[in-house]
């Protein structure tokens, strides 16, 4: 297995705090059966940023320590990148790193709105090559009241990442069901942990996986064949979206089948 999506890079932003958490973070990752993991720290217009040889020597040095202390874990460079109007001109002038530094762009948005520029940035990324990861949709304002919301941009081959932990229902039974209704509606690709420390946002992608596995082995599968693509700059493996039209679809008759 391979994770896309974690803050496991000691003091980078909100997730490991210091080098001795990161170690802990790597052991349970080993553990859990991760060969791989891409470290993408929050980066923002203001607030969290770094300079990509920054980001580079925090993982080799990162890696190293690793290797030391035995751990078989490779790291991977990425970033969690947080929208903003300049996001093109930065990556242009390649200040913005992707994930392996691929053409696969791991995008955030906010929690309570989608910004009214979203669409044509996205279309401009598109047109310059590069594949858009949309992080954690479940937990967005728009899509749990809605999760069609979503169907447009799997439509427009935008992709989606759901986090492990929202399955587990760490963000409540509301951004649960929702990642559940993306799943089995096509409207995610990815899956990634998105853990920031040890304990309740702690590595919990295998047990994500598994949740994924009690609703479509071949889907959940599919998305972890998809996290190794991502890493390797490949095409994913995608199913067509399907349009979730509220109570009465997918999920919902499958609750019912399992309760008779």
Same mark, same amino acid.
């Given at each position: ?14 997730? =490991? ?33 770094? =300079? ?13 320590? $690793? ?27 390649? $200040? ?53 919301? %979503? ?15 929202? %399955? $587990? ?9 929702? =990642?559940?209704? %993306? ?58 979206? $399907? ?6 679809? %997918? ?10």
């Amino acid at each position: 297995m391979y994770d896309i999506h974690s803050h496991i890079l000691p003091a980078m932003d909100d997730g =490991a705090r210091d080098l001795a958490e990161s170690i802990r973070i790597a052991e349970e990752t080993v553990k859990k059966g991760i060969k791989g993991i891409v470290a993408t720290p929050h980066f923002m217009e203001e607030g969290y940023r770094f =300079a990509l040889p920054e980001l580079e020597e925090k993982i080799r040095q990162f890696q190293e320590v $690793l290797k030391k202390r035995e751990i078989d874990l490779e790291i991977y460079p990425g970033a969690e990148v947080f929208i903003y109007p300049g996001l093109i001109r930065d990556l242009e002038e390649g $200040l913005v790193p992707t994930i392996n530094k691929s053409s696969y762009l791991l995008l955030e948005f906010p929690m309570y709105g989608f910004p009214p520029y979203t669409g044509d940035l996205l279309y401009n990324l598109q047109v310059l090559g590069y594949k858009v990861i949309i992080a954690h949709p479940e937990r967005y304002r728009e899509v749990v009241e809605a999760p069609d919301f %979503l169907y447009r941009f799997a439509r427009g081959s935008i992709y989606a990442q759901v986090n492990s932990s929202s %399955l $587990l229902g760490v963000f409540g039974e509301r951004v649960k069901r929702t =990642a559940e209704i %993306l799943f089995l509606h096509n409207m995610v690709q990815l899956i990634g942990s998105d853990l920031h420390s040890t304990g309740r946002r702690g590595q919990t992608l295998r047990e994500g996986v598994e949740r994924l596995k009690e609703l479509d082995r071949e889907k959940a599968e599919l998305l972890l064949r998809n996290n190794r693509r991502v890493i390797e700059d490949k095409e994913l493996e995608c199913l067509e979206p $399907l349009p979730y039209r509220g109570k009465g679809g %997918l999920l919902d008759k499958l609750r019912k089948r399992f309760l008779s």
